[in-house]
């Protein structure tokens, strides 16, 4: 002990300050989002084959090593942002009867394919599909799971408030509700929908099926 210096054991001496371990980096969330609202504008913009880690970045106001702390690569940060889209989902309708459920559901979804940015990247990510069976698993998931995720839901409820008759065949019902707007807004990319299309859509898939 040094000359001059008391310790009194009954007072409560201070911790050490616990140090974060070396190389525990702390990923904010805010730079998170950033990073994934500007891989929809770079996809937007120029593509997914001329898209960089750099010009996310730059879109996102960050640096490179902010998005590699996150993502090892392009392809798995696209492949992230494209699987998200599954868990957000479409809110499901819950009108009371199959035809104004498919007519909201609609309506929701035109919006959303014909979003401009939107619009800019499906076409692009499935022709990427073609090439890249990773890509193609997580289009079609984001897919599956968010636009015939809520179609289940709505099929589900006409079943029990006896629409559709017990057994209708699901996966032909899925196909009649979700092909024909995709085809037009997506396939097509007809640029304006005729008036009062969505509701004749509506119209003619409930007839469709209670076919089945």
């Not at 001059?4 to 702390?26: F, I, K, L, S, W």
């Not at 730059?58 to 494209?82: F, I, M, P, Q």
């Not at 909201?104 to 014909?114: D, I």
């Not at 022709?127 to 968010?146: N, T, Y």
């Amino acid at each position: 002990m040094l000359v001059g210096m008391t310790t009194n054991a009954d007072e409560p001496q201070p911790r050490p300050r616990r140090r974060a371990p070396a190389g525990a980096a702390v990923l904010r969330a805010d730079v998170t989002e950033a990073i994934r609202a500007a891989v929809f504008e770079e996809l937007a913009a120029v593509g997914y084959a001329r898209m960089s880690i750099e010009g996310i970045a730059r879109r996102a106001g960050v640096g490179k090593t902010a998005v590699y702390r996150r993502w090892r690569s392009k392809l798995h940060l696209v492949l992230d942002v494209v699987s998200a889209l599954a868990v957000q989902g479409l809110p499901t309708p819950d009108t009371g009867t199959l035809e104004s459920d498919l007519r909201l559901l609609y309506e929701v979804t035109s919006r959303a394919l014909r979003h401009p940015v939107a619009s800019q990247i499906l076409p692009d990510l499935q022709a990427e599909a073609a090439r890249s069976p990773e890509i193609a698993e997580a289009v079609q998931k984001a897919l599956r799971e968010g636009q015939e995720g809520v179609a289940s839901q709505i099929l589900v409820a006409a079943e029990r408030r006896g629409e559709l008759r017990p057994g209708f065949d699901q996966e032909m019902a899925l196909d009649l509700i979700s092909g024909p707007l995709y085809w037009r807004s997506v396939v097509i990319r007809s640029p304006k929908l005729p008036k009062g299309y969505l509701a004749a859509l509506a119209r003619a898939t409930t007839g469709a099926l209670k076919a089945l």
